[in-house]
RNA sequence: GCCAUCGUAGCUCAGUGGUAGAGCACUUCCUUGGUAAGGAAGAGGUCGCCGGUUCGAUCCCGGCCGAUGGCUCCA
């Protein structure tokens, strides 16, 4: 039978009998198999390079570039280490062991005798050894009984677990060298393209990631084909360190965290400045944008919660208080508080969309072991707004959201965006017919917008469908920031009504919705996307004003004097330094613009500017032109 | 919350069973300087908190607090 073989954009083929692995196929006709080819996938499944080729007549052959390459070599890797790691403990207990985005892990219990990161070097060292030999993955099918025993020998209780929830007649195990595992593949030829790997961390991990459950120790790690490809990891894993918001948050002087108050922020003058206009602009933005502001308590009685049924789905998260012996909660959501607004009065059909924004802060008990920086706290400012509106009015809306989206995320650089789409789940609330008009909705208002996006079937709030926004940022990590969600159910709960042209009483639909998520969180991933280098819009600091020495101050002082009253955020540094120096802690704090101001400038009204964007120097430049450079060049973006 | 690792000066970190150090920052003095660190002196720590072992603990042990990496990527 004759086979087809795609590599590279060629084409190969050659006559294959259906026994025949499909590697000798490959080296039939001359290609790399097992080097530079890792795996094959044939009708969308991957087909192992040493499995029979069947009569299956079309491959696609795939290297370390492809998903799938990566799928299979970590698969195998996560088996290799898994063997070097026995070879120091005999007694631990494999469990499972998979690839994932960025390389492994393999979850073990080492019983009494634990592995520490000093073990790494003499494991990593023995993997490579083994991957050396190199090893063969052959694919044995055994029966349930076999499988069963051999790990009862072991003493293995995961792995029977996971044995008697499969089907009999399709357990398969691996080999490879000595070792042996449980796994229904697939898997490399052989370990000869792994050539560099590194055991990154240990974590702890639940048996199937449920806290009742024995905690496993995860030991994750990374392989690679080439050590150069390995040393571009760590590259990378040392640039997002060097990026890491916390660390910038210190060095910038913008907000800091105490034990006084685990997971919530304290801000300093410069971070409130970035968070202010952040916020200025988010709000005018708003306000242009046919939406009202609005404002509601952060503390609010016990019962609105368990009307919104927050008390009995969410309680675990809130924090409760008591005001004159009565019961009350600190908001977690914005959403009821709005909703009181809404009913405060009457509303007619007029009114709608009735589209009401609140910078909400609110708090939530997070575990501890989750807080992270800004990414996880427990008190942070949702850039919220609710919008009630009829369902007729929900594709108009969704539209003009999804261009207001689009905006707000151009606006910061954020060109790679990822939309998901999540539909109505098993477990629902309002009618099919309400729900597969609002899907319909969303889904128009996402076509009709021109934009690519993915359907998340059943993955809808009981309340409602969705659309969640991903973005990658420069070091193209995904983001989750913005999210909209239409809400069935609040109305309902809270009875909101507006009356429709026919002087009848209906119920409107609310669709919640946030763009940035919460400033905080955007503040954090906005620093590691810049690296600390804020778009001029947003620096604490727009300009730094440098005299050249203390007989200078004054002729400062007129400068600063000028940029306070253009509205411009600026600073002058008075420390008895060299201009050398004040130029270098300005650079460090990266202000995008430094003047320097000497006797040359204070004599012709001039001031020198440094640009940190552009790394350019300009000298004697008037200084009410200066001004006006930094107003034009400083407006924010639409 | 659970597991692992960590917690020494404001920051970054070194160090030891016999009550502690560096660099930067800070204060003072000298210096008045032209595009990424001028010089000198000084001050600053109950070595996260509580308890235990010991003649003696920052160091060893336990508990607590906080931080970091993880904890629905399922053979």
Redesign the pocket.
């Known amino acids: 039978m004759q086979r087809i073989l795609h590599w590279a954009g060629q084409t190969f083929s050659s006559e294959a009998s259906p026994e025949e692995p499909l590697y000798k196929v490959l080296e039939r006709v001359g290609l790399p198999a097992g080097t530079e080819i890792l795996t094959a996938t044939t009708n969308g499944s991957i087909h192992e390079l040493q499995a029979p080729v069947g009569d299956h007549v079309e491959f696609q052959l795939l290297g370390w570039d492809s998903p799938e390459g990566k799928y299979v070599f970590w698969h195998s890797s ?1 088996h290799i280490l898994a063997e070097a790691i026995l070879s120091f403990f005999p007694k631990a207990k ?9 390389g492994f ?1 393999y979850d073990i219990d080492f019983g009494d005798t ?1 592995i ?2 000093e073990d790494f070097e003499r494991i990593e060292q023995k993997f490579l050894e083994l991957a050396a030999q190199p090893e063969y993955f052959v694919r044995k099918k055994v029966s349930k009984e076999e ?1 069963l025993s051999y790990y009862q020998q072991r003493e293995n209780p995961y ?1 029977i677990e ?2 008697q929830e ?2 009999p007649d ?5 080999e490879s060298g000595n070792f042996v ?4 593949g697939p898997h490399l030829w052989h370990s000869g393209p792994i050539r560099a790997v590194k055991i ?7 048996w ?4 009742r459950n024995p ?4 030991v ?1 790690a990374i392989s690679f084909p080439e050590k150069a490809l390995l040393e571009e990891y760590l590259h990378f894993l040392e640039e997002a360190a060097r990026r ?1 918001h ?2 910038l948050g ?2 910038l002087d913008l907000f800091s ?3 006084e108050g ?2 919530f922020p304290f801000w300093h003058p410069k971070g409130m400045r970035l968070l202010t206009a952040l916020q200025d602009w988010m709000r005018a933005k708003l306000l242009r944008s046919g939406y009202e502001e609005i404002r509601t308590p952060i503390i609010l009685t016990q019962r609105l919660w368990e009307q919104s049924g927050h008390y009995e789905n969410y309680r675990e998260n809130m924090y409760f208080t008591t005001i004159d012996e009565e019961p009350y909660a600190v908001k977690p959501m914005n959403c009821p508080g709005s909703t009181i607004i809404y009913r405060s009065r009457l509303r007619s059909y007029r009114e709608l969309p009735l589209r009401l924004f609140e910078f909400g802060l609110v708090h939530r008990h997070e ?7 800004l990414f996880r706290v427990r008190a942070f400012t949702q850039d919220d707004a609710h919008i009630y509106c009829t369902p007729e009015q929900i594709e108009p809306e969704i539209t003009a959201l999804l261009q207001l989206v689009n905006e707000v995320y151009e606006a910061f650089g954020f060109s790679q965006r990822e939309i998901y789409l999540s539909t109505r789940p098993e477990k629902y609330i309002g009618s099919l017919e309400l729900w597969s008009q609002a899907e319909s909705a969303l889904e128009a208002a996402l076509r009709k917008s021109g934009f690519t996006f993915q359907i998340n079937p059943g993955e809808g709030a009981f309340y409602g469908p969705k659309i969640d926004f991903v973005v990658r940022d420069s070091l193209r990590r995904r983001w989750q920031l913005g999210t909209i969600q239409l809400d069935f159910s609040m109305p309902r709960r809270f009875g909101l009504e507006y009356i429709g042209p026919d002087g009848q009483p209906s119920t409107p639909v609310m669709i919640h919705r946030a763009i940035l998520g919460s400033f905080e969180r955007f503040i954090g991933v906005l620093l590691e996307h810049t690296a600390g280098e804020l778009p001029l819009w947003l620096s604490p600091i727009q300009v730094k004003v ?7 101050y004054a002729y400062a002082d007129e400068v600063g004097k000028a940029l306070a009253q253009a509205g411009i955020r600026w600073a002058v540094d008075k ?7 004040k ?3 300005a ?2 704090e990266k202000v995008p613009l ?1 003047w ?7 004599e012709s009204g001039t ?4 640009d ?1 964007r552009t790394r350019t ?1 300009s ?1 004697g430049v008037p200084l009410a032109q200066a001004v006006q450079d930094v107003l034009q060049a400083s407006q924010p973006p639409i």
């Open positions: 996560a494999l469990s499972i062991g998979p690839p994932i985005e960025n892990y634990p520490s990161p499988a792995k996971l044995i499969l089907p399709d357990i398969t195990f691996y595992d449980l796994c229904k990154l961390s240990l974590a702890g991990a639940y199937r990631g449920d806290s905690q496993l120790t995860r994750y890491d916390r660390n210190k060095q965290f105490h034990e685990p997971g575990l501890s072991g989750v807080l992270t920086g440098l005299p050249v020495s203390e007989k200078f420390t008895d330094e060299k201009l050398g120096k130029i270098r802690e650079e460090q430094i320097v101001v000497g006797a040359k400038e204070a001031v020198s500017i440094r940190r120097q000298e």
